[in-house]
Nanobody
Framework: QVQLVESGGGSVQAGGSLRLACAAS????????MGWFRQAPKKEREGVAA????????YYADSVKGRFTISQDNAKNTLYLQMNSLKPDDTAMYYC??????????????????????WGQGTQVTVSS
């Protein structure tokens, strides 16, 4: 059974940092695409960052480039999102997602939520000004 469990969310002031973690189990972690998405109230879910765990290819949304870093620890089957210089606009529920079918690869689909077939329960990030 595939499981994704996020942790590390919380409340910080603008300019602060948080590190999210996503512990994965139930599939071969080292050969899938993994992504972080976020959804603010009344907004569409958007892709934040993604990584191909087998080769390290990384993608970022323009809004987080230079501030967020996606990384992984294959030995621990864990995905991370280091978030620095946080802004109030980063406030959202953050979700970890896995694409075990390869649908997010190529064609710019890394940020397409429908390309991912497994999701975590989410962790809340709140940034105050």
């Amino acid at each position: 059974q595939v499981q994704l469990v996020e942790s590390g969310g919380g409340s910080v002031q603008a300019g602060g940092s948080l590190r999210l973690a996503c512990a994965a189990s139930g599939y071969t972690y080292s050969s899938v695409s993994m992504g972080w998405f976020r959804q603010a109230p009344k907004k569409e879910r958007e892709g934040v960052a993604a990584i191909w765990t087998g080769g390290g290819t990384i993608y970022y949304a323009d809004s987080v480039k230079g501030r967020f870093t996606i990384s992984q620890d294959n030995a621990k089957n864990t995905l991370y999102l280091q978030m620095n210089s946080l802004k109030p606009d980063d406030t959202a529920m953050y979700y970890c997602a896995a694409d075990t079918d390869g649908r997010s690869l190529g064609g710019g689909r890394w940020s397409d939520q429908y390309a991912y077939n497994y999701w975590g329960q989410g962790t809340q990030v709140t940034v105050s000004s």
